[in-house]
């Protein structure tokens, strides 16, 4: 499996390790030194995932991804961590994140989890795309749709009829297949 790996750490030498390795096993890569750096990036909607330092000098991992959340499109996240509590880990999960790996990371451990995450953005970023199809109506619907929302959820969420709700359904339909 192929994809753009986005790796986010102020280690210079991790980072080349990390560049070696996963180069090598057919990955693209894109470094980052810092939060900052990274989060000045225009992440594409291709099969990615971001490999992503918890402690940093300036805006920590965690930092990074609350505002990474506040995009449209966000490729998964892997958190690597030499000191990160449990309490951290499980909040990191709960908003997103697709594993949280400790250094030293295994190698094998770290690219099952990075084939994970690719897999995962391949679905997201084919959404992503197909949304890009449509009004900014249909895509909140398309949004509530892929998490499995039924109509009348939706239409309370929106604040909208029923109606409303599956007139625009049939709307996104005639636009193309709902990836999910």
Not at 21 to 41: P, V, Y
Not at 45 to 59: A, Q, R
Request: proline share 3%; glycine share 6%; hydrophobic share 40%.
């Amino acid at each position: 499996m192929t994809g753009l790996i986005y790796i986010v750490d102020d280690d210079a030498i991790l980072r080349k390790s990390l560049t070696g390795l996963l180069g090598d096993a057919g990955f693209d890569i894109k470094e980052c030194s810092s939060a900052e750096s990274f989060l000045q990036l225009e992440l594409c909607y291709v099969p990615s995932c971001i490999l992503l330092d918890v402690k940093m000098e300036g805006i920590s991992g965690f930092e990074a991804q609350a505002e990474l959340l506040k995009r449209e499109f966000v490729p998964p996240i892997i958190f690597l961590t030499g000191n990160a509590s449990l309490q951290q880990a499980v909040n990191a999960m709960r908003t997103g994140a697709c594993h949280v790996l400790v250094k030293p990371v295994n190698d094998d451990e770290l690219i099952e989890a990075i084939t994970v995450a690719i897999k995962q953005s391949c679905s997201d970023a084919t959404f992503f795309d197909f949304l890009q199809k449509l009004t900014k109506k249909e895509r909140a619907i398309a949004k509530f749709i892929r998490q499995g929302l039924q109509t009348k959820q939706i239409a309370a969420e929106l604040n909208v009829s029923d109606r409303t709700i599956e007139w625009h359904r049939k709307n996104i339909g005639k636009k193309g297949y709902l990836p999910r």
